[in-house]
DNA sequence: CGAGTGACAGATATTGAAATCTGTCACTCG
DNA sequence: CGAGTGACAGATTTCAATATCTGTCACTCG
């Protein structure tokens, strides 16, 4: 990347950079000043327009989440497909979404662990937005009759929590265990019948 | 404790002093020197028992595992109750014991916890009995015609993984939330749903 | 004998001084 | 004016010297 730009110095250009120094030294090693000297400019400036560190790592971080939620949102509000082969679909994307990013490259993965994990309340509310989705699909399912549940936004929950094995990233190092696709399944499998109408 | 002892120095003893200089100095700053020091012996007198530090630690981890598996055991081998009632309880039992553990004493379950880590091998054994003990109850369930699972082994395994977030130590942080014990119960009972025949 | 010792080498952890970073702000200059 | 600067104080990180620990082994002594 160029070192000096005659662009205006944009939150959006901060961000991009940020990800991009954060992708060369890591999560520990990337710094403001860092930042600051990719695009050359003053670290002052770059307080211009985030209040603290903690602040643009969070909006890095949200970017990044924000990125899976669009993906998902076309299986959820797919025209075509019954309730449970959506649900179905959603859960396989979800887990191989994640798979392949934790597989393709193992330290941005790494690195966004870390960053994930110090902006619990960003994640929090990504997960909620997830969560959301699923209760879309299965209040389909149950408008349809094909699905059963007293309690929608809990039911979307459970399947959340019951298939966590396979999206948190605490698990990845699990992800590549030559039997974890059976597993998936099983789970998957055993949700979606305790679902069915 | 007294500090020497005219007893004879036995695994066993070693291993409840080292439990004991793991809670009190926490697992990153527990020495050999530390156990032998409380044992009022030189450290390599507990070399003749342990062939090294980590062999110590591993076996005061397996000693704390066994509990939990003699507890559920006695809910798998009950003569009473039904397949799919047994479940419920094996799964509160268990979610019960480890929330009590984490929260009647944080500092020595955060300890046991680092020690898991470090022990992986040891773990992933005593998972697998953890595992053999639902495969039983669903046995019995597909046996008296309560339950229905095409492949034992592996719904128990997919029971016990849908319900991680309720016995993974990774998860204790989340185990004093307000709404924990109701999303327990909604995954619980979702995943009795999926297996009932 | 053989359970226990303690001095030793190499590995790991601790410590404190120096370097770097974060966040602020009075200032510059187009 | 107002986006950008850079010197600064306090917090955090790095680094190298120092101390402690792990694991071995020739030895002691009941």
């Given at each position: 990347m160029p070192p000096a730009a005659a662009e205006p110095l944009t939150p959006e250009r901060i961000l991009e950079t940020t990800e991009e120094v954060l992708r060369r030294f890591g999560p520990t090693k990337a710094t403001v000043v860092d930042v600051a000297r990719a695009l050359g400019v003053s670290h002052g400036s770059v307080y211009r327009h985030f209040p603290s560190k903690a602040a643009l790592r969070e909006a890095v971080t949200d970017r990044w989440l924000a990125k899976s939620v669009v993906m998902l949102e076309q299986i959820t509000s797919?025209?075509?497909?019954s309730a449970p082969s959506k649900l179905e679909a959603w859960l396989e994307a979800l887990f191989e979404a994640k798979r392949h990013k934790a597989g393709d490259d193992p330290e941005l993965f790494a690195t966004y662990t870390v960053l994930l994990a110090e902006n619990s309340g960003t994640v929090e509310q990504h997960l909620a937005e997830l969560i959301e989705q699923l209760g879309r699909i299965i209040a389909q399912g149950v408008a349809d009759g094909s699905l059963a549940a007293p309690d929608v936004p809990a039911a979307a929950r459970a399947v959340f929590d019951a298939t966590g094995?396979?999206?948190?990233?605490?698990?990845a190092a699990e992800w590549?265990?030559?039997t974890i696709v059976a597993e998936f399944e099983a789970v998957t499998a055993l949700v979606i019948r305790g679902l069915r109408a």
């Open positions: 797919a025209p075509a497909g094995r396979f999206h948190d990233p605490q698990y590549f265990s030559p």
